[in-house]
């Protein structure tokens, strides 16, 4: 018989397509799935766990749709470069790293993704090694052990710098590796059911890093198989200057011209969008990862998150690598996208309902799990955020979705993934973040001395 939990006591807000709140409210999780949500004291059920969410606000697990998470043992690094220097000074770094490296960043940054709120996440892995072991499967593994809902994106990049590129040359694989690797990661890995825990992308890594023909035939791959498509894109006025010089376009047009447009495809940034390419991202579906955190950090510009929303495209949030974001928080993403909006465009180019839509509605919908997470609503699944906001630092906001988006981070009382809870009382259950600690400090010594 599956458990039940339920939740007391407790605002919610649902993130429905009809934006129902509950000023104190309930909601009942039966094995995996939400099984009822309302007004005031939920059903008796004998035998159920209950959580007291007297204090608290539920939401939905926030969705995280774009991150490097190999990067949390390279944090800190760079911290006063533009990508293009950025990326030229870690790459160096980045060629040491193995499987074993990488198992220990996933589950360090997967950790403290769990503690701010998120539930699902993706992973965009394009460093590869030669005899580095499996990272694709070492990050995998961290993701069940942490147990959050998991799309890894399997990157490549096969456009060295001999070749015109901006990654070196030993750090490029050849496209007919690539793709027997890509194909094999998707026959092995990817779940296409309701309640999936994993699901695999493709994500060649960048225009100034790939080939056409790694674009062309990995959006080929990915459409035979049923998987989505994943890149980044527009990040920087430097893209926009390469792809005019090696490309007489735009990145958008560029991608366009690739068959790189449609609602299986989702783009990281996207800062530099002329209204020509919001205008196609929205008629195709085309999705976005908005990174408002990583895109200040280094300095990239502020994307037109409001334009985008206007239009129709499909936008989430998403921390981005952690060697941009040092924080790795998910919490603080909805907060900074509706600064960023703010700032670009007035006063009301964002509300603070629209930024949590964002980071839970928006992010399913961009990885194409709208139907199953994303908002709390009966026969979803249980991806549950319970935020304590009775603490000093919210005391007297009296609405709690302000409460949330606006204030200091609150704590977790709990966090629920597949009915399952990860985070309990602010603390991750699923492993020692103590013990997680010192294994980063290690790996991250041991990559820093390997590169010299």
């Given at each position: ?353 629209t930024a949590l839509e964002l980071a839970t509605m928006g992010g399913a919908r961009v990885l194409g799990r709208a139907a199953e997470i994303g908002s709390i609503e009966v026969g979803k699944l249980a991806d549950l955020a319970l935020w304590r906001l009775d603490t ?61």
């Open positions: 018989m599956d458990q039940v939990t339920v939740i007391v006591d407790c605002a919610v807000a649902t993130v429905d397509p009809h934006a129902t709140e509950y000023a104190r409210g309930h909601v009942v999780v039966r094995g995996n799935r939400i099984d009822a949500v309302g007004a005031g004291d939920p059903p008796e059920f004998g035998g159920a766990r209950r959580i007291d969410g007297r204090g608290c606000l539920l939401t939905p697990g926030l969705v995280n749709t774009h991150q490097h998470l190999y990067q949390w043992i390279t944090r800190g690094l760079a911290a006063d470069h533009t990508l293009f220097e950025w990326l030229t000074e870690l790459y160096p770094v980045w060629a040491g790293i193995d499987e074993d490296g990488v198992r220990v960043a996933a589950t360090g940054a997967l950790a403290a993704l769990a503690r701010t709120g998120c539930t699902t996440t993706t992973d965009h892995h394009y460093v590869f090694p030669r005899d580095a072991g499996d990272p694709l499967a070492a990050e995998i593994t961290a993701a069940e052990r942490v147990g959050l809902r998991f799309h890894p994106c399997r990157g490549s990049m096969d456009l060295g710098a001999s070749a015109g590129g901006l990654p070196p040359d030993h750090l490029v694989e050849r496209l007919d590796d690539i793709l027997a690797a890509s194909a094999e990661a998707v026959a092995r890995w990817h779940d296409p059911s309701f309640d999936a825990m994993l699901r695999i992308a493709l994500a060649p890594c960048s225009p100034f890093s790939v080939t056409p023909d790694l674009l062309r035939e990995s959006a080929a791959l990915a459409r035979a198989t049923g998987v989505r498509l994943h890149t980044h894109l527009a990040e920087t006025v430097d893209e926009q200057d390469y792809c005019a010089s090696a490309f007489g376009c735009t990145p958008a047009q560029y991608m366009q011209r690739l068959g790189w447009f449609g609602p299986d495809v989702w783009y990281a940034h996207a800062v530099h969008l002329d209204d020509d390419a919001i205008d196609a991202m929205a008629k195709t579906g085309t999705g976005v990862a908005h990174c408002p955190t990583s895109n200040a950090r280094l300095g990239a510009g502020v994307a037109r998150t409001a334009d985008l929303v206007r239009a129709g495209v499909p936008v989430g949030l998403g921390v981005d690598g952690a060697a941009s974001n040092e924080a790795g928080s998910m919490i603080e993403e909805p907060r900074h996208a509706l600064l960023w909006a703010r700032n670009r465009g007035g006063p009301h180019a964002m509300t603070v309902r000093a630092a919210h005391a007297g906001i009296a609405d709690p979705v302000t409460a949330l988006v606006l204030g200091s981070a609150p704590p977790l009382a709990a966090l629920l993934v597949n009915g399952r809870e990860v985070v309990r009382d602010g603390e991750v259950r699923t492993v020692d973040t103590d013990v997680v600690a010192t294994e980063v400090a290690r790996a991250q010594a041991a990559l820093l001395a390997k590169a010299g």
